[in-house]
């Protein structure tokens, strides 16, 4: 993609997304310039009707279509949407953003001194002529992450923090969650919240390119 990367940025791009970690990814480490317009999709999938890679892969296909059709109700389709979702798995058990400091004390114990694996989905929408049906493209990635044994009263401190409650299986590895990681096999940016090899390798430029050119040929219903 670096070799594309003057087109990429001149691709009108939407983050369907408002964490502050995916900005940070696409915006100013890959100066991508993309819109960020959070999605207003409920998360409600029911989990035992997915395998963790395809829930968090629904999760980010609906969070990208919502945001495409809101937005072609509006104004002319974007080149592209980017939706992601992130969990942790422990024992096959998904983990996502804890709702209290209970919860997150919960979790952070349950990682304790064990391994544990990070999925990101993300999913990559293509904007098409108006009526047209968009081109859809989603991915997992999985990246296991190796925790040390947490003392209760660490685990009270770190919760105490704030840390952990915007953020899936309770911690930031980018942040003073960091410290409880003694190993990680795959990605790092995956587990911040977004895959960026994966996104650059699987990114379609030519198909980037073809969606800016009909997004500008057709106007919006009257």
Do not use: W
């Amino acid at each position: 993609m670096l070799s594309d990367l003057n087109a990429v940025r001149a691709a009108h791009i939407i983050l369907a997304s408002s964490s502050p970690r995916r900005v940070d990814i696409l915006n100013n480490v890959m100066d991508l310039r993309a819109r960020v317009v959070p999605s207003t999709f409920e998360e409600d999938l029911v989990k035992a009707d997915y395998t963790p890679a395809g829930y968090v892969q629904e999760n980010a296909r609906q969070k990208a279509l919502e945001v495409y059709r809101r937005l072609c109700a509006a104004e002319a389709p974007p080149s592209l949407v980017i939706g992601a979702d992130t969990v942790v798995v422990a024992d096959d058990k998904i983990l996502e953003k804890p709702r209290s400091t209970e919860a997150a004390t919960v979790m952070l114990s349950e990682l304790s001194g064990r391994s544990h694996q990070v999925l990101t989905g993300v999913a990559l929408v293509y904007g098409a002529a108006y009526g047209a049906p968009p081109t859809e493209d989603s991915f997992a990635e999985m990246t296991e992450v190796d925790f040390a044994s947490l003392p209760p009263e660490l685990i009270d401190a770190y919760v105490a923090s704030g840390e952990p409650m915007d953020k899936a299986g309770s911690y930031g590895i980018q942040g003073m969650g960091g410290s409880f990681v003694t190993g990680i096999r795959g990605c790092y940016q995956n587990v911040v919240g977004f895959p960026l090899h994966r996104f650059c390798t699987r990114l379609d430029v030519d198909r980037l390119r073809r969606s800016g050119r009909a997004g500008s040929m057709e106007s919006p219903p009257v």
